[in-house]
């Protein structure tokens, strides 16, 4: 009954680590850029039942389940023209350098704007980088050349929040569209089929927890009326 209790409850654990990470994908659904994560399952390892009478074997059983790891979906996505001159996306694979506080960091999000100082800023205001390393400078018509801004192709990349992803630079990134923006890659429908079910495999292991629980009370209460108990 106890194992059943702990199997239970690491399963209910784990689908609250995957609805959370729906969660937030389908709270991206309109960020530019946006990449889903997803989460894999596996079960700990089985231990073999047997009869306590005569030893025989009765089966496998598992001992509940874990997050085993979290990978993010970095497939570009389509793009959307929007017309506006500080909007760019890339083609095909690759990132944007934007220097932080943090040091320099990469992003597929590209709805930038001019800052005060007459430079090209992210959404947070950290500097866009050119290819020459620099922070890269509005011209006086509002419009910036795409071919002057860096992208890089990345080796293992992965997130750090705020849109931001870190990874060891692996070679120059696809080319730049200005007056377009990549959509989020959150697909809503599956992101809701998703959620769905592991709202309902939650719930079961919430029924199954009533249940053993209900089981044990009442064993509990048939001792306690034993007489001599």
């Keep these: ?7 239970a409850a690491s399963g209910m654990l784990a689908e609250l680590v995957r609805q959370d990470l729906i969660a937030n994908d389908i709270a991206n659904l309109s960020t530019p850029g946006y990449k889903p994560d997803r989460a894999s399952q596996r079960s700990f ?5 047997s009869n306590t009478r005569d030893g025989e074997a009765v089966g496998p059983l598992g001992l509940g389940s874990v997050i085993a790891r979290r990978t993010t979906d970095f497939s570009p996505a389509p793009l959307r023209e929007t017309g506006e001159p500080l909007d760019f996306a890339i083609e095909g694979e690759g990132f944007f350098a934007i220097r932080t506080p943090q040091g320099v960091r990469y992003t597929r999000n590209g709805q930038f704007q001019r800052a005060a100082d007459g ?11 050119g290819k020459d390393g620099a922070p890269v400078r509005v011209g006086g018509d509002g419009r910036v050349d795409p071919r002057r801004l860096a992208t890089v192709r990345l080796d ?6 705020d849109g931001y992803v870190a990874g ?4 120059n990134g696809g080319a730049v569209r200005a007056g377009a923006l990549e959509a989020s890659a959150t ?13 309902r495999a939650y719930e079961a292991s919430q029924r199954v927890i009533t249940t053993i629980d209900q089981t044990l009370e009442r064993t509990a209460t048939q001792v306690a009326a034993v007489p001599g108990q």
Excluded: F
Excluded at 156 to 161: A, I, M, Q, T
Excluded at 187 to 199: E, F, G, K, Q, T
């Design 156 to 161: 293992r990349p992965r997130k750090l929040g």
């Design 168 to 171: 060891a630079v692996a070679g």
């Design 119 to 129: 430079t090209l800023v992210d959404g947070l205001g950290n500097a866009v980088l």
């Design 187 to 199: 697909n809503p429908a599956r992101a809701m089929v998703d959620m769905i079910a592991s709202l």
């Design 45 to 49: 390892a089985d231990v073999m039942l």
């Design 1 to 7: 009954m106890e194992r059943g209790l702990y199997i």
